[in-house]
C-alpha cells in the first residue's frame, strides 16, 4: 500500500454503484457518480460518456458492466459484490486506499471541504451543534456545512471494520 500517494487515485462509478461512490467520497477520493446530474451536462451520463470520462480524467472505471470495462484503454474494476462493504473493501485493496483524507471531500457534490471559522457558521447550523462542535467544514460548490458529529462518528465506526490504514 502506498504510503506517500503523490496522486490519489480518481474514480468514476457506474449507475448501479451509488452506495460505493458514496464511500468512496467519506473516504476523501475524487469519485464521479454516473447517475449525479453534477457529474456531467446536467443529465445522467451514458456508457460512451463515461468511458471518455474516465479516459481523459484517468479515473478509475467501477462497473458491473463487463462490456463497458472492455473498452479500449480504460483502467477499471468489475464490481460483482452486491454488499457495499464488500465492493470497499475491494476497491481499497485493488487502489491501496487509505484513511488518511477521511472526509474531506463533500459527499453530495465531491468538492473538497474548505475548513471554516466557527463564527461563520452561527445561524446555519442547529444551535445545540454550535455549543458542542469546534470544527467545521464547507462544501465550496453547494454550501453544505459539516461536523464532526453523531454521523461522522457512526461511519468511522464503520470504516474501522475496512481493513485500511
Ligand atoms: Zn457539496
Same mark, same amino acid.
Given at each position: 500500500m502506498p504510503e506517500n500517494e503523490e496522486v490519489p487515485p480518481k474514480f468514476? &462509478?457506474?449507475h448501479m454503484l451509488g452506495r460505493l461512490a458514496r464511500w468512496l467520497r467519506i473516504l476523501?477520493?475524487?469519485? !464521479?457518480?454516473?447517475?449525479?446530474?453534477?457529474?456531467?451536462a446536467g443529465?445522467?451520463?451514458?456508457?460512451a460518456v463515461i468511458a471518455r470520462l474516465a479516459q481523459a480524467e484517468d479515473r478509475w472505471l467501477l462497473t458491473r458492466?463487463?462490456?463497458l470495462l472492455r473498452r479500449r484503454g480504460l483502467r477499471g474494476l468489475l464490481i460483482e459484490a452486491e454488499n457495499v462493504e464488500a465492493q470497499l473493501a475491494?476497491?481499497?485493496? &485493488?487502489c491501496g486506499l487509505t484513511s488518511q483524507r477521511l472526509f474531506t471531500r463533500c459527499l453530495v457534490c465531491?468538492?473538497? !471541504?474548505?475548513?471554516?471559522a466557527k463564527s461563520a457558521v452561527a445561524g446555519l447550523v442547529p444551535p445545540y451543534v454550535y455549543r458542542t462542535?469546534?470544527?467545521f467544514r464547507r462544501c465550496p460548490a453547494c454550501g453544505r456545512i459539516y461536523w464532526r458529529g453523531t454521523h461522522?462518528?457512526?461511519?468511522?465506526?464503520k470504516l474501522k471494520s475496512f481493513t485500511i490504514s
Amino acid at each position: 500500500m502506498p504510503e506517500n500517494e503523490e496522486v490519489p487515485p480518481k474514480f468514476i &462509478a457506474d449507475h448501479m454503484l451509488g452506495r460505493l461512490a458514496r464511500w468512496l467520497r467519506i473516504l476523501g477520493y475524487d469519485t !464521479l457518480f454516473a447517475a449525479d446530474s453534477a457529474a456531467g451536462a446536467g443529465q445522467a451520463l451514458d456508457d460512451a460518456v463515461i468511458a471518455r470520462l474516465a479516459q481523459a480524467e484517468d479515473r478509475w472505471l467501477l462497473t458491473r458492466d463487463r462490456q463497458l470495462l472492455r473498452r479500449r484503454g480504460l483502467r477499471g474494476l468489475l464490481i460483482e459484490a452486491e454488499n457495499v462493504e464488500a465492493q470497499l473493501a475491494q476497491v481499497v485493496r &485493488a487502489c491501496g486506499l487509505t484513511s488518511q483524507r477521511l472526509f474531506t471531500r463533500c459527499l453530495v457534490c465531491n468538492a473538497l !471541504l474548505e475548513e471554516i471559522a466557527k463564527s461563520a457558521v452561527a445561524g446555519l447550523v442547529p444551535p445545540y451543534v454550535y455549543r458542542t462542535q469546534a470544527q467545521f467544514r464547507r462544501c465550496p460548490a453547494c454550501g453544505r456545512i459539516y461536523w464532526r458529529g453523531t454521523h461522522w462518528r457512526a461511519m468511522s465506526e464503520k470504516l474501522k471494520s475496512f481493513t485500511i490504514s
